[in-house]
């Protein structure tokens, strides 16, 4: 129990100073500091005045459980009496219950009880996150300096109130007002330790004022603060609460999410039985949900709704023998701690601080919100003293592959060192003693076996007892220690004398030991180099030049230090650091590695430019919109991950024949076995123990030649590969199955505006029914921050008139595929949008523009209509072509636009589309039913739709594949949250047939893979079980089957790979 929970009456009646210290000892309310927390208390610089005096740690997991409570009761305030509620006031049990519920006890424990467990106490970072305190601050003494930092005062906090009493983790002291952290000093009061409670903010009596609306005697009544049974503390209403209320504020759209997405780094991981494991291991939890794993990636990802996520990673590390480490996303800082990272945590964090993470004893990592605070600032005036940056990191999918390399690679370096003087020892015509050369492979193929093949054994037992997979490890144990096992034993015979014919051969075991470690060493370095090669990540430079606000030449400085509205520079011919606008100069941009665009694109003030994007000829001087770990580079590296991550169904069928592979292998091991026994005793007349020895080392390489990672890796090498690739011409994948069915599309449906046309409309006819200028400015306030094509015209024409926005209306609903329509001050009610929503088809008008073909759009006052705009747009320059080879490829080729008819005829008429392919005056629902009508009738079909994104979304999720053409650069991160399978980032309707091209490719080489896979098994198998000895004298011997998965694999790699050069 802690500091502020309810501890149970001790039968003595009082409690003396030796048995407090005792208590406090021993145990008692608080349980006993280990090293780490002593240490770190022992070099706190400052506590939080909640925690002066009391003994140390002041908290434990007692006070988790009262803020778990607290926000199920904070929760169910705010949801009660709502008609649709989400997890925590659905489920909730904070107003009915004295228990936290388990997603909010879980959800307390994943984000305090590391700090809990390194410091001790949690009130600092309760504090620094703008919330209540977990205990009550003590008064300062008047010697006692103030803070060096200015933390959020206690007024900014509350403690919820109900009916007028108080409940909190702890109640204030003397008076209910909120005191600020630096407010003038007061007198301590002395703490009593009470009902076994430490000397806290709990057990003590204090007098309280009576309030004038109190359910209680007006008479002044002492009460003493107790703990109740959900943990609370609870006092007489007779109290005076001046606190407010503490209420949440949770966006209604986005609901309160009852699970916590979480990415782990998984380090270990070597084949994909490995990644059958991890799965399968993962899977076996209930709280887990939406599970994904990749094993080129070495990543999992997951939903997690109950356990606290420590216990699942020590669960998987328990289980498996891998390393798990979390990936946090959003702005974080890798800083070296002075003083040891200890002492930093024990620092006052300052405002925008979330988080601090120990990485290792000098460094640790903060979080923090870019928007509160900036990392430069951060960094240089945070604390007391300036920090200094650690050395960046690699990227999680890298930084985890990268160190699975070098650990392999240094195993078999060592292995590599034990086994030549084996091989030495074994092949070499040494003279001398038998026995004593014998020994000395002994001792080194015991280290072999020891520390080089050592980690198979209780990797391939764990995967067998808890994830019941039998995987290659398991052949790889069964096979060297086979081999092992049988030198020693002819050891054994050679030391009593009585020599096999065969002799001890280590070196069998020491040779077979090292080829499969080399031949891993040189699959996972191959993977790794492919994953690199196509890691958009590798775009991020990691310096920049930051212009100071008088526009001086400015200062080199590492990119993380880079914050909102900063200035830098960007040398001629160099990287941009980060996304921005260009604030003076031009230049041309090669913007290539982004969005394949080829042609340099010229930037001048007002442009928007990309992280990763290269300068031309000039300089530029740029303004930070998205700082490095949130721009564009990572927008799309995030989608890219999503793709790797996801299985098209060609994986389950790899996944589910590499689950049996095993087996089988196994089984056929044990016919080869008794097959070449049978053979040397009833055919040859061999005498049984030669039998048996040469059918064991038959047995022995069928084992270990044969490679289920093959069938595996056949799919995700292609899928990794492909995504990069694709990222590199502008074509983000954001789902495996897109690229699995593309190829096979037989219907493209398009969207117009935006799509198969520029999206810049332009009005070139302009008609005033009611000449009042007071109606155009109407008309501007409701369009003006509508983000459609055409809104986006209208405003753009009457802010060229000279109008001024100024804003006089109320109540803006923008209704897709209708308009747009709202209330003004004085009760006039304004709708702008299409002839039909708005019933003025019979408008002469109307009826000009539309048989001229142009789009029209009309808006009324008060069911008047006030004007008409006829607008036009122009084609795309590669819409004609695209269209035409999309048609020669047998490809039927559609069009549905939410425009008038005339506007949409006049466009496919040029382009040459049927008419009973066009559909004008679509609303989103039109066009999800036209797909699912074409799916319906033609089950088989693949359909693509590709839409600019606005009011496009249900028709995206309902194709097979649904393409989103980003329309700008700086709408990559809208675009990236979009229903779509498939992100162009041009907008160039080539982009269609590079994915349809790309998604061909890419299936021919898993089936490549998949076939490759096959024969080099069946072959392999047939020559290690010696089914060609008798015919042409050919197997293989069992000290060179370790090189089986070096042989398997690379051909698979190598055909993945090739798609890089391959010609879109």
């Given at each position: 129990?802690?500091?502020?929970?309810?501890?149970?009456?001790?039968?003595?009646?009082?409690?003396?100073?030796?048995?407090?210290?005792?208590?406090?000892?021993?145990?008692?309310?608080?349980?006993?500091?280990?090293?780490?927390?002593?240490?770190?208390?022992?070099?706190?610089?400052?506590?939080?005045?909640?925690?002066?005096?009391?003994?140390?740690?002041?908290?434990?997991?007692?006070?988790?459980?009262?803020?778990?409570?607290?926000?199920?009761?904070?929760?169910?305030?705010?949801?009660?009496?709502?008609?649709?509620?989400?997890?925590?006031?659905?489920?909730?049990?904070g107003l009915k219950s004295k228990d936290p519920c388990s997603y909010h006890t879980r959800k307390t424990r994943?984000s305090y009880a590391t700090t809990l467990k390194a410091l001790g106490c949690i009130c600092r970072a309760l504090?620094?996150?703008?919330?209540?305190?977990?205990?009550?601050?003590?008064?300062?003494?008047?010697?006692?300096?103030?803070?060096?930092?200015?933390?959020?005062?206690?007024?900014?906090?509350?403690?919820?109130?109900?009916?007028?009493?108080?409940?909190?983790?702890?109640?204030?002291?003397?008076?209910?007002?909120?005191?600020?952290?630096?407010?003038?000093?007061?007198?301590?009061?002395?703490?009593?330790?009470?009902?076994?409670?430490?000397?806290?903010?709990?057990?003590?009596?204090?007098?309280?004022?009576?309030?004038?609306?109190?359910?209680?005697?007006?008479?002044?009544?002492?009460?003493?603060?107790?703990?109740?049974?959900?943990?609370?503390?609870?006092?007489?209403?007779?109290?005076?609460?001046?606190?407010?209320?503490?209420?949440?504020?949770?966006?209604?759209?986005?609901?309160?999410?009852?699970?916590?997405?979480?990415?782990?780094?998984?380090?270990?991981?070597?084949?994909?039985?490995?990644?059958?494991?991890?799965?399968?291991?993962?899977?076996?939890?209930?709280?887990?949900?939406?599970?994904?794993?990749?094993?080129?990636?070495?990543?999992?990802?997951?939903?997690?709704?109950?356990?606290?996520?420590?216990?699942?990673?020590?669960?998987?590390?328990?289980?498996?023998?891998?390393?798990?480490?979390?990936?946090?996303?959003?702005?974080?800082?890798?800083?070296?701690?002075?003083?040891?990272?200890?002492?930093?945590?024990?620092?006052?964090?300052?405002?925008?601080?979330?988080?601090?993470?120990?990485?290792?004893?000098?460094?640790?990592?903060?979080?923090?919100?870019?928007?509160?605070?900036?990392?430069?600032?951060?960094?240089?005036?945070?604390?007391?003293?300036?920090?200094?940056?650690?050395?960046?990191?690699?990227?999680?999918?890298?930084?985890?592959?990268?160190?699975?390399?070098?650990?392999?690679?240094?195993?078999?370096?060592?292995?590599?060192?034990?086994?030549?003087?084996?091989?030495?020892?074994?092949?070499?015509?040494?003279?001398?003693?038998?026995?004593?050369?014998?020994?000395?492979?002994?001792?080194?193929?015991?280290?072999?076996?020891?520390?080089?093949?050592?980690?198979?054994?209780?990797?391939?037992?764990?995967?067998?007892?808890?994830?019941?997979?039998?995987?290659?490890?398991?052949?790889?144990?069964?096979?060297?220690?086979?081999?092992?096992?049988?030198?020693?034993?002819?050891?054994?015979?050679?030391?009593?004398?009585?020599?096999?014919?065969?002799?001890?051969?280590?070196?069998?075991?020491?040779?077979?030991?090292?080829?499969?470690?080399?031949?891993?060493?040189?699959?996972?370095?191959?993977?790794?180099?492919?994953?690199?090669?196509?890691?958009?990540?590798?775009?991020?430079?990691?310096?920049?030049?930051?212009?100071?606000?008088?526009?001086?030449?400015?200062?080199?400085?590492?990119?993380?230090?880079?914050?909102?509205?900063?200035?830098?520079?960007?040398?001629?011919?160099?990287?941009?650091?980060?996304?921005?606008?260009?604030?003076?100069?031009?230049?041309?941009?090669?913007?290539?590695?982004?969005?394949?665009?080829?042609?340099?694109?010229?930037?001048?003030?007002?442009?928007?430019?990309?992280?990763?994007?290269?300068?031309?000829?000039?300089?530029?001087?740029?303004?930070?919109?998205?700082?490095?770990?949130?721009?564009?580079?990572?927008?799309?590296?995030?989608?890219?991950?999503?793709?790797?991550?996801?299985?098209?169904?060609?994986?389950?069928?790899?996944?589910?024949?590499?689950?049996?592979?095993?087996?089988?292998?196994?089984?056929?091991?044990?016919?080869?076995?008794?097959?070449?026994?049978?053979?040397?005793?009833?055919?040859?007349?061999?005498?049984?123990?030669?039998?048996?020895?040469?059918?064991?080392?038959?047995?022995?390489?069928?084992?270990?030649?044969?490679?289920?990672?093959?069938?595996?890796?056949?799919?995700?090498?292609?899928?990794?590969?492909?995504?990069?690739?694709?990222?590199?011409?502008?074509?983000?994948?954001?789902?495996?199955?897109?690229?699995?069915?593309?190829?096979?599309?037989?219907?493209?449906?398009?969207?117009?505006?935006?799509?198969?046309?520029?999206?810049?409309?332009?009005?070139?006819?302009?008609?005033?029914?009611?000449?009042?200028?007071?109606?155009?400015?109407?008309?501007?306030?409701?369009?003006?921050?509508?983000?459609?094509?055409?809104?986006?015209?209208?405003?753009?024409?009457?802010?060229?008139?000279?109008?001024?926005?100024?804003?006089?209306?109320?109540?803006?609903?923008?209704?897709?595929?209708?308009?747009?329509?709202?209330?003004?001050?004085?009760?006039?009610?304004?709708?702008?949008?299409?002839?039909?929503?708005?019933?003025?088809?019979?408008?002469?008008?109307?009826?000009?523009?539309?048989?001229?073909?142009?789009?029209?759009?009309?808006?009324?006052?008060?069911?008047?209509?006030?004007?008409?705009?006829?607008?036009?747009?122009?084609?795309?320059?590669?819409?004609?072509?695209?269209?035409?080879?999309?048609?020669?490829?047998?490809?039927?080729?559609?069009?549905?636009?939410?425009?008038?008819?005339?506007?949409?005829?006049?466009?496919?008429?040029?382009?040459?589309?049927?008419?009973?392919?066009?559909?004008?005056?679509?609303?989103?629902?039109?066009?999800?039913?036209?797909?699912?009508?074409?799916?319906?009738?033609?089950?088989?079909?693949?359909?693509?739709?590709?839409?600019?994104?606005?009011?496009?979304?249900?028709?995206?999720?309902?194709?097979?594949?649904?393409?989103?053409?980003?329309?700008?650069?700086?709408?990559?991160?809208?675009?990236?949250?979009?229903?779509?399978?498939?992100?162009?980032?041009?907008?160039?309707?080539?982009?269609?047939?590079?994915?349809?091209?790309?998604?061909?490719?890419?299936?021919?080489?898993?089936?490549?893979?998949?076939?490759?896979?096959?024969?080099?098994?069946?072959?392999?198998?047939?020559?290690?079980?010696?089914?060609?000895?008798?015919?042409?004298?050919?197997?293989?011997?069992?000290?060179?089957?370790?090189?089986?998965?070096?042989?398997?694999?690379?051909?698979?790699?190598?055909?993945?790979?090739?798609?890089?050069?391959a010609r879109f």
């Open positions: 129990m802690g500091c502020c929970s309810g501890c149970q009456p001790l039968p003595a009646p009082s409690i003396t100073e030796e048995q407090t210290v005792k208590e406090r000892e021993t145990g008692g309310c608080l349980p006993k500091r280990d090293h780490f927390s002593t240490h770190i208390n022992e070099t706190f610089v400052e506590e939080p005045d909640c925690c002066k005096g009391k003994p140390s740690p002041c908290c434990d997991t007692s006070c988790l459980d009262r803020l778990a409570l607290r926000a199920c009761q904070n929760d169910g305030q705010q949801t009660s009496g709502q008609a649709h509620q989400s997890h925590s006031s659905s489920s909730c049990r994943d504090l620094a996150l703008g919330q209540e305190s977990c205990c009550v601050p003590n008064a300062r003494p008047s010697a006692e300096p103030k803070l060096k930092r200015s933390f959020r005062s206690l007024s900014d906090f509350s403690v919820s109130v109900d009916n007028g009493c108080v409940k909190s983790c702890c109640l204030p002291e003397a008076s209910a007002r909120p005191r600020s952290l630096d407010s003038s000093p007061q007198k301590p009061k002395p703490r009593s330790q009470k009902n076994g409670c430490a000397s806290g903010c709990c057990g003590e009596t204090v007098t309280q004022p009576p309030s004038q609306d109190s359910c209680c005697s007006a008479a002044p009544k002492e009460t003493e603060r107790t703990a109740n049974n959900n943990g609370l503390v609870s006092v007489c209403c007779n109290t005076s609460p001046s606190l407010e209320p503490m209420v949440t504020t949770s966006d209604p759209e986005q609901g309160l999410s009852s699970s916590e997405h979480i990415v782990l780094s998984i380090t270990g991981m070597t084949c994909t039985g490995c990644e059958t494991k991890l799965r399968r291991t993962l899977g076996t939890l209930p709280s887990i949900k939406n599970l994904k794993t990749s094993l080129v990636l070495s990543r999992a990802e997951f939903d997690l709704e109950k356990d606290s996520l420590a216990d699942v990673m020590k669960h998987v590390e328990r289980t498996t023998e891998f390393k798990c480490e979390r990936v946090k996303k959003g702005a974080s800082l890798d800083v070296i701690a002075s003083g040891g990272a200890a002492t930093f945590i024990g620092n006052q964090w300052p405002k925008g601080v979330t988080d601090i993470a120990f990485i290792n004893d000098t460094t640790v990592n903060i979080s923090y919100d870019p928007q509160l605070v900036g990392a430069r600032d951060l960094v240089e005036r945070g604390w007391d003293a300036p920090l200094h940056l650690a050395p960046p990191k690699p990227v999680a999918a890298l930084a985890a592959g990268s160190k699975h390399v070098k650990h392999i690679g240094l195993m078999m370096l060592l292995s590599i060192i034990l086994t030549i003087p084996v091989l030495v020892l074994a092949w070499a015509p040494l003279p001398g003693n038998k026995i004593a050369y014998e020994s000395a492979s002994l001792a080194l193929a015991t280290l072999v076996q020891a520390l080089v093949a050592g980690p198979f054994y209780p990797k391939a037992l764990k995967a067998l007892v808890f994830s019941r997979v039998i995987e290659m490890d398991l052949l790889i144990v069964l096979s060297t220690s086979g081999a092992y096992i049988f030198s020693v034993v002819s050891f054994a015979f050679l030391v009593a004398g009585q020599p096999l014919s065969t002799g001890s051969f280590f070196e069998t075991s020491t040779l077979l030991v090292t080829l499969i470690i080399v031949g891993r060493y040189v699959a996972a370095l191959a993977r790794q180099k492919a994953v690199e090669s196509i890691s958009i990540q590798s775009l991020q430079v990691n310096t920049a030049i930051l212009v100071g606000p008088n526009g001086d030449q400015g200062k080199e400085i590492d990119t993380r230090l880079l914050q909102l509205g900063d200035t830098f520079k960007v040398m001629p011919e160099s990287r941009i650091p980060t996304d921005g606008t260009v604030l003076s100069g031009m230049s041309e941009v090669d913007e290539s590695m982004i969005t394949g665009e080829s042609r340099p694109v010229e930037k001048s003030s007002g442009a928007a430019v990309i992280a990763g994007t290269i300068n031309g000829s000039s300089p530029l001087l740029v303004r930070v919109t998205r700082i490095p770990g949130d721009n564009t580079i990572d927008t799309i590296a995030a989608m890219v991950d999503e793709a790797k991550l996801s299985k098209p169904k060609m994986q389950h069928l790899a996944d589910r024949v590499a689950s049996y592979f095993v087996p089988v292998i196994s089984v056929l091991m044990a016919i080869t076995f008794i097959t070449w026994i049978t053979v040397g005793i009833k055919v040859r007349g061999e005498p049984a123990k030669e039998a048996a020895i040469e059918a064991v080392t038959y047995a022995i390489t069928v084992l270990i030649v044969c490679c289920p990672c093959v069938i595996g890796l056949a799919v995700p090498m292609v899928i990794v590969i492909a995504t990069g690739v694709g990222a590199e011409h502008g074509v983000i994948f954001k789902s495996a199955e897109s690229i699995e069915v593309a190829y096979k599309a037989n219907h493209v449906i398009l969207d117009k505006t935006g799509t198969l046309t520029e999206g810049k409309l332009s009005v070139i006819h302009y008609e005033e029914i009611y000449e009042e200028a007071v109606n155009m400015l109407l008309l501007l306030e409701l369009v003006e921050n509508i983000k459609h094509p055409v809104s986006v015209a209208i405003a753009a024409f009457l802010k060229g008139k000279g109008m001024v926005f100024s804003s006089t209306v109320r109540d803006i609903r923008s209704l897709p595929g209708k308009g747009v329509q709202c209330v003004t001050s004085n009760g006039q009610i304004l709708r702008a949008g299409n002839a039909r929503w708005l019933d003025v088809e019979a408008e002469p008008h109307v009826q000009r523009l539309q048989e001229a073909g142009h789009t029209v759009f009309c808006f009324m006052v008060d069911s008047k209509l006030a004007a008409v705009f006829g607008l036009q747009d122009t084609l795309r320059e590669e819409t004609v072509a695209a269209i035409q080879a999309l048609q020669n490829r047998n490809i039927s080729v559609h069009v549905l636009s939410g425009d008038d008819d005339g506007a949409v005829r006049a466009v496919t008429d040029h382009l040459g589309i049927c008419n009973s392919n066009v559909r004008s005056r679509c609303t989103p629902a039109d066009k999800k039913a036209y797909v699912q009508n074409i799916l319906s009738t033609a089950p088989k079909s693949v359909v693509i739709f590709c839409g600019d994104g606005t009011n496009d979304a249900a028709a995206l999720a309902q194709a097979t594949v649904g393409i989103a053409i980003n329309r700008s650069l700086d709408s990559a991160a809208e675009v990236a949250k979009s229903a779509a399978d498939v992100v162009l980032m041009r907008p160039d309707l080539q982009g269609i047939l590079t994915v349809i091209d790309l998604s061909r490719k890419s299936v021919h080489r898993i089936i490549f893979n998949f076939c490759w896979s096959f024969v080099y098994n069946l072959f392999a198998i047939l020559l290690a079980a010696g089914a060609f000895v008798s015919l042409t004298g050919v197997r293989i011997p069992p000290e060179f089957a370790g090189l089986g998965e070096l042989v398997s694999v690379l051909p698979v790699i190598l055909a993945a790979v090739l798609l890089k050069w």
